[in-house]
Each structure stands twice: as structure tokens, then as C-alpha cells.
């Protein structure tokens, strides 16, 4: 009824996090809205340049389509587009360029069944499903959070 796992307690013992423990888990997962420091983070490193010819075509393709989607008329009611399936490198470029290029659209990737590999997705969303997005984001971490401190 309240989630009581009797099981796990026999097998594994009580759990306990200390306040120090809890503080650092709590900061990892409810990271405090500061775009500032995350913005002077981004700035200090310096962006990544592909010098392999089939990820700079890879990634240009991936780009080329994301305008055309974004273009195309007939596809304003649409919300979510899947740039591209690839290794964190790539998308870790991706995530860069396309902060650069889209600001307003968010960008998430999403594990897949192969090891090593993600689909990226761009969100087109309007204010308000961005601020309804974050807020359910954020009541899934703090669900995490409780679930680990208990």
C-alpha cells in the first residue's frame, strides 16, 4: 500500500544516507537554475572540430534535414524530430552545435537497444509546453530523490 519492500529490508538492511550524502545527491539531481555558470561552462571549452570526413558528412546530413523539417510548412504541428542515431561523440558535437545554431529548440538524446548508442531528438514546443516539460522533468527527479533517501 505505501511501497514498504519487507523483502528488500531482510535482504538488503535498512538503508540510511547521512545529511552530507543526501545534500550531494540532492545537488546532482536538483541542480539549482543557474544559467550563468552553466553558460560560462559552455564558453571556457572550447568547441570540438570533426576532422573525419564521414562524420562531418554524417553530421552535416543530420543538420540539413533538421532545417528542411523545420522549414517545411506542413510539418509546424509536429513537436519531435529524431536528428540522428550515434555514439556519444558525435552527439556531444550535435548537442554543441545545435545550442549554437537552435537555441529555442531542446535537444535530448535517448538511449537505444545498441551499447554506445543514442537517438538524439529535437523539441520544437511552445513556452508554455516547455515550462509544463520542466516541471514534470523536475517532479520525476524529485521522485528519484526520494526514492534514494527515503
Do not use: C
Not at 535498512?14 to 545534500?23: D, G, L, S, T
Not at 571549452?45 to 533538421?66: F, W, Y
Not at 554543441?96 to 538524439?120: C, H, N, Q, Y
Amino acid at each position: 500500500k505505501h511501497g514498504m519492500d519487507w523483502n528488500k529490508w531482510i535482504s538488503e538492511g535498512v538503508p540510511y544516507v547521512n545529511r552530507e550524502a543526501a545534500q550531494k545527491l540532492k545537488e546532482s539531481l536538483l541542480p539549482k537554475e543557474d544559467k550563468v555558470s552553466a553558460d560560462k561552462k559552455e564558453a571556457a571549452r572550447a568547441p570540438m572540430v570533426l576532422t573525419k570526413e564521414s562524420d562531418i558528412q554524417t553530421t552535416g546530413n543530420a543538420i540539413t534535414a533538421l532545417r528542411s523539417w523545420l522549414a517545411d510548412d506542413s510539418k509546424k504541428d509536429q513537436t519531435e524530430f529524431e536528428v540522428i542515431e550515434t555514439n556519444a561523440y558525435l552527439r556531444r558535437f550535435m548537442h554543441e552545435t545545435l545550442a549554437k545554431e537552435f537555441a529555442d529548440l531542446i535537444v535530448e538524446s535517448r538511449p537505444t537497444a545498441k551499447p554506445g548508442l543514442s537517438k538524439m531528438f529535437v523539441l520544437r514546443l511552445t513556452d508554455a509546453q516547455k515550462t509544463e516539460r520542466a516541471a514534470k522533468l523536475r517532479l520525476e527527479k524529485e521522485a528519484e530523490f526520494a526514492r534514494k533517501v527515503g
